[in-house]
């Protein structure tokens, strides 16, 4: 069963569409761009939110970065695989994902030769999910699971991410 942080924390009733940018260092090329935009249209065709790429990071209402390391939040990255990315929950905004990872923005993660590869589309589908306000379910097809294999692919959003979502949007 899907859970919201404790208080229920969300984006303002009437939120119609929140920014999001990335961060300008990270020289990000339009595949990842492209595999956020499709993270993002998976959540916004559940609810009545719509997400805008905007470049103007300082304004941006969601922030999202790869970093190693420590990075200034007190939330180190531990190098390959452990965590691989966290999100803060609303209205904070901040994505950050572990740039020691072996990212897979296109093709087929399952196929990877690398045991460590992790699919990108699908770590941004939950974190795009905390972004927005739920914490973890219990539900083990859900993408607010708490766990995911390493080369594996888990981006359609469950009946019971949609539940949760609807609850809060
Ligand atoms: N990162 C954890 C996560 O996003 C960080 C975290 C733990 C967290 N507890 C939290 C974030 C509570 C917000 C609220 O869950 S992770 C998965 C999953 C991680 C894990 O690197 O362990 C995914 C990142 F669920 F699949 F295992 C992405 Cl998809
Ligand atoms: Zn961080
Ligand atoms: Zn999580």
């Known amino acids: 069963h ?13 939120t ?27 959540w916004s065709k559940v609810t ?24 200034g939040d007190g939330e180190p990255f531990d190098g390959v695989l452990g965590t691989l990315a966290h999100a803060f ?11 020691a990872e ?13 045991s460590s590869a992790v699919d990108l589309e699908s770590v941004a589908v939950h974190e795009i999910g905390h972004l927005l306000g739920l914490g973890h379910s219990s539900v083990e097809e859900a993408i ?3 766990t995911i294999g390493a080369r594996t692919r888990k981006v359609e959003l469950a009946e019971d991410d949609i539940k949760g979502i609807q609850v809060l949007y």
Do not use: C
């Open 144 to 146: 607010m699971y708490p």
């Open 102 to 114: 072996d990212w897979v923005a296109i093709g087929d993660v399952t196929a990877s030769s690398l």
């Open 89 to 99: 929950s609303p209205t904070n905004g901040m994505l950050h994902l572990d740039g």
């Open 16 to 42: 119609q569409e929140l920014t999001y940018a990335f961060e300008p260092n990270n020289g990000l090329d339009d595949v990842v761009k492209g595999v956020f935009s499709n993270a993002f249209d998976r």
């Open 2 to 14: 899907y859970t919201f942080f404790s208080e229920m924390q969300r984006w303002p009733e009437g």
């Open 48 to 71: 009545t939110i719509k997400f805008r790429e905007t470049t103007s990071y300082e304004s941006a209402d969601l922030k999202i970065g790869f970093y190693s390391g420590s990075h």
